[in-house]
């Protein structure tokens, strides 16, 4: 079963619907602004805490990611100093 819900983008704060995807710990959230993006529950904690800045740089680059594709972001490995990473993959490997 899907189970969706409403909140304002992490990355933009435009109120914006989500998917749960991976019991939770995932949101596949789909932006007026930013369209679609896949974010852990863990980063999107830690986007609370980062410079404004950034989270543009994180919705621009998920704005860019093409016909077909989301931007997943997702944690770094421990002790990296890149401690918020991205990727882009084809949307069909999450819904
Ligand atoms: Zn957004």
Request: proline share 5%; hydrophobic share 25%.
């Amino acid at each position: 079963m899907e189970e969706k819900g409403n909140q304002n983008c992490p990355l933009c704060n435009t109120p914006t619907s989500f998917i749960f995807y991976d019991y939770h710990q995932i949101k596949i959230f789909s932006c007026s602004k930013c369209k679609m993006f896949v974010i852990s529950n863990k980063i999107e904690k830690r986007l609370n805490s980062i410079d404004q800045h950034w989270k543009n740089q994180l919705s621009k680059a998920s704005c860019e990611t093409g016909q077909g594709n989301v931007l997943n972001i997702y944690e770094g490995p421990d002790g990296s100093n890149i401690p918020i990473q991205t990727s882009i993959e084809p949307r069909s490997n999450w819904i």
